[in-house]
């Protein structure tokens, strides 16, 4: 099978691309220039040309597009996730570069953007392994189909077996019989649960640990970790031996660059090793192991993330346990606070979800969907515990306030254990946006603010976490953070040091996909190898 991407601009001048076949895209731009090629849907297009499958993806006046040539089996709207993905990727990338962009924002871009391409690929190489070779037609985007076959008609109950999920169906439920009363329609596509982010100790659901390093192939785990391999190998004579600590310390911070930390993150870690280590003889494990610590270090602030310790623990009062969830716009916000709200239904808490995002069009229509989809898997999960969505519709800033209120004082008198409140998305570099946060802060006085941040981000992150953290004013900061879309970045996974060294924030889970069970809890080794790696 061959395949191949391009990130191009309009006329067809290449910016970007994963492998050199790129002669049969000339077809692709044509058919562009032509207007012959298909609509999917907004500013995405397919073209079938010379027995080549073509799907292309606009954003800003930048395509990203790539061909198959056999016939493919992912669907349109995975494809076109991974090209928003990947467009995203290339534009945060370079959007700040006034000149050519130099070598490590490449080497980053390669690394991305291969990352998300080979995992696009590895859907069409399952599907080939299970021989599901049926065309798909082209067709424009189209409402995936509701029922899974194997689960038709079977409400599942949830059991437990020695702190393990059993007998509940994973994959796509079967929700034929969604009621859309309210004209809100589940989502099916989100309805996928994974048993196995759980686990159960006593009477608590408690979500799992990352435990294996997203998105690589197991060739790639079994490489040789000898500190003989990569970039080390240089060093092999230094082993044991005193070493130049400034030609080491260049090549460890290329490294944590290269792994999406911030050059003036990195810079600063480099420089509290060189520290530690002033008059020591310094050998390349001694610097290595002093690293490790370092990072370990990092992202294990001396704070507790027992969240459901904290709710558990106030629950006698009379107002129900406030969560506020911010970010900028598109980081995740309002499916993360849906993943918050599936693990607490786990726990038998009843959830309501309250929208204060009442600026962008839609924003509040989002939620309920989010709701009506967690309300189908409740039902099918026979919860005694209920989720429900408070909202006043759209307005300014004193509407966000009063919504906020009025949702508390709702959530107390209808017996909510947690509430939880979106926000509107926000530039973090934008003050007269980021002022609202602290009358907001103030007025609703969350129990918690967690942050939302994307693993894509990289170095904007700094300054990200450090607005956000201080934008509720002298007394009150961020609690947590959650960083999402861990899966599209491989081991790249540097945002995550930028973040906690800012602010001293925890990390309270990673976000790992689309679904509500794509949710896992930090592994700090795991996290630590993988930017040694
Ligand atoms: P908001 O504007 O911050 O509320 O962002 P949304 O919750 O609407 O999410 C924006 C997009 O990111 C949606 O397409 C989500 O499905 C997707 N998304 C959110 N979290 C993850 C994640 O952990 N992994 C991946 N791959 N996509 C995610």
Redesign the pocket.
């Known amino acids: 099978m061959s395949q191949s991407l391009i990130v191009h601009s309009p006329s067809g001048e290449i910016l970007y691309q994963y492998n050199n076949k790129i002669i049969p895209f000339n077809d692709l731009i044509g058919s562009l220039v032509n207007e012959t090629s298909i609509q999917l849907d907004d500013n995405f297009f397919t073209s079938s040309i010379n027995q080549k499958r073509f799907y292309c993806l606009k954003r800003d006046d930048i395509y990203a597009s790539l061909y198959f040539d056999i016939v493919t089996t992912i669907d349109n709207d995975k494809i076109k996730?991974k090209l928003q993905?990947i467009l995203k990727t290339y534009i945060k990338l370079t959007e700040d570069l006034e000149e050519d962009i130099d070598e490590d924002i490449q080497i980053k871009i390669k690394s991305l953007i291969d990352h998300q391409f080979n995992q696009l690929m590895k859907l069409q190489a399952n599907d080939d392994i299970t021989g599901n070779s049926t065309p798909e037609p082209v067709t424009p985007m189209k409402t995936p189909k509701k029922v899974n076959e194997k689960s038709s008609g079977k409400k599942a109950m949830r059991k437990w077996v020695d702190g393990e999920m059993i007998d509940q169906a994973d994959g796509v439920l079967d929700f034929s019989e969604s009621k859309e009363s309210d004209g809100v329609r589940a989502d099916s596509q989100q309805l996928k649960v994974d048993n196995m982010t759980f686990k159960k100790e006593k009477d608590l659901v408690l979500v799992n640990e990352l435990n294996d390093i997203l998105g690589q192939s197991d060739d790639e785990d079994d490489e040789d970790e000898t500190p003989t391999s990569g970039f080390l190998s240089k060093f092999t004579s230094y082993f044991g031996s005193s070493i130049d600590i400034d030609e080491v310390s260049k090549k460890f911070h290329e490294q944590l660059v290269n792994k999406n930390i911030a050059p003036q993150t990195s810079r600063q870690i480099i420089d509290r090793i060189k520290t530690k280590l002033k008059g020591k003889k310094i050998t390349l494990p001694i610097f290595k192991q002093t690293l490790i610590d370092e990072l370990t270090k990092i992202l294990s602030p001396n704070i507790s993330t027992d969240l459901l310790y904290d709710i558990k623990s106030k629950s006698s009062r009379s107002r129900p346990y406030v969560i506020s969830v911010v970010?900028v716009?598109?980081?995740?916000?309002?499916?993360?606070l849906a993943k918050l709200a599936y693990w607490f239904l786990q726990n038998n808490m009843n959830v309501l979800i309250c929208a204060c995002d009442t600026f962008r069009s839609g924003a509040v229509e989002?939620l309920k969907v989010h709701v009506k989809n967690l309300n189908t898997l409740n039902e099918s999960n026979q919860s005694q515990a209920k989720i429900d969505i408070f909202e006043k519709g759209y307005g300014g800033g004193d509407h966000v306030v009063a919504t906020a209120k009025s949702a508390i004082e709702f959530g107390t008198k209808n017996d909510f254990d947690v509430i939880l409140i979106d926000t509107a998305?926000r530039t973090h570099s934008n003050a007269k946006l980021m002022a609202p946060l602290k009358k907001f802060g103030d007025a609703a006085d969350p129990d918690k603010i967690i942050m939302?941040g994307e693993a894509l981000v990289g170095t904007d992150s700094v300054e990200q976490a450090t607005n956000f953290n201080s934008a509720f004013g002298n007394k009150r900061n961020l609690d947590f953070f959650i960083i999402?879309?861990?899966?599209?970045v491989g081991d790249l996974v540097g945002t995550m040091i930028n973040m906690v060294m800012a602010t001293n924030v925890p990390i309270l889970f990673m976000?790992?996909?689309?679904t509500y069970t794509?949710i896992k809890r930090l592994n700090v080794k795991l996290i630590v190898d993988m930017l040694m790696k």
């Open positions: 996730s993905d970010g716009n598109g980081v995740g916000k309002s499916t993360n989002q998305g939302v999402s879309k861990v899966d599209t976000g790992t996909g689309q794509d």
